[in-house]
């Protein structure tokens, strides 16, 4: 899962547990004492989520669809594929949604940590979230995040599995989503 699904997932929380699972990607270590503790919380749902996800065996099954040379990076491009289905389940390509904006709005206003701090205010002035829902903008990311590693860019040579397998990553998503948001997505706290 990438920043929208983790978005949604971490929706009924407050801002700083949202801002946790928005950021926790550029958290290394368990050592969560210098955060605030909502935010430590965020980080460890984000962690939870990124768990449980990497281990479910939907997931499992479309990694070994993936071209054996290059399967190892397939994880990170299912992260953001799934989420270009979440913002499809969303009609964020219709829509503009309440918990995007707020996100934004969450992250404009306390940055990001090193590892993110380049990444984040492009997140936002381009509305990835949003536009997460054309297919499209999901595989340029994909794209993307492969020129920032070093060596070759693999995950651009996953592009076109993902178009190929795109209905059985679709089918994939419609049996993943429901088990994770009914394992780890957080209720609004009560009044």
């Known amino acids: 899962m990438n920043f929208l699904a983790h978005a949604w997932l971490a929706r009924g929380g407050s801002d700083d547990f949202l801002y946790g699972n928005l950021i926790a990607d550029g958290v290394k270590g368990s050592d969560l004492t210098a955060w605030p503790a909502e935010v430590a919380l965020g980080i460890r749902h984000h962690r939870r989520v990124d768990a449980y996800v990497d281990r479910h065996p939907v997931v499992l099954a479309a990694r070994r669809r993936a071209p054996a040379d290059i399967r190892r990076f397939a994880g990170i491009a299912l992260d953001l594929v799934w989420d270009h289905f979440v913002a499809r389940e969303l009609a964020l390509d219709r829509l503009e949604s309440h918990l995007v904006l707020r996100s934004y709005r969450v992250i404009s206003q306390r940055g990001a940590p090193t590892r993110l701090e380049r990444m984040m205010p492009v997140l936002v002035a381009q509305d990835w979230m949003h536009r997460y829902a054309d297919f499209t903008f999901t595989c340029d990311a994909v794209r993307g995040i492969g020129n920032r ?43």
């Open 149 to 191: 590693l070093s060596g070759p860019n693999r995950l651009a040579e996953l592009v076109p599995w993902l178009e190929q397998d795109y209905a059985g990553l679709e089918r994939d998503f419609h049996q993943l989503w429901p088990a994770v948001t009914l394992e780890l997505a957080v209720a609004p706290a009560a009044n």
